[in-house]
């Protein structure tokens, strides 16, 4: 199996048009077609998408707190 890579203009009716080099013989081939999508992501909010991706619990520090105590005494 060979590969080429070709650019083509999409049409309005979307299609798109070919011309293989004169070397290609075969009569089948297989066809991949790669474009830019043009579509923006919708605009999203920072507060919204912290609220929603919540990764700590309400009270992740309280544990911290315990800490600090210790590790001065430690020092």
């Known amino acids: ?3 080429i890579e070709l650019n083509a203009v999409i049409t309005q009716n ?3 048009h070919l011309k293989l ?3 290609v013989t075969a009569t ?3 066809v991949i077609v790669m474009y830019e ?3 923006k992501p919708l605009a999203r ?3 919204k998408f912290f609220a929603s991706k919540s ?3 309400d009270d992740f520090l309280a544990e911290r707190d315990n800490d600090i ?3 001065r005494e430690f020092y």
């Open 1 to 3: 199996m060979q590969a």
């Open 14 to 16: 979307h299609e798109i």
């Open 21 to 23: 080099p004169d070397d």
């Open 28 to 30: 089948h081939a297989k």
């Open 37 to 39: 999508d043009n579509t």
């Open 45 to 47: 909010k920072w507060d």
């Open 55 to 57: 990764v700590f619990d």
């Open 69 to 71: 105590p210790q590790e």
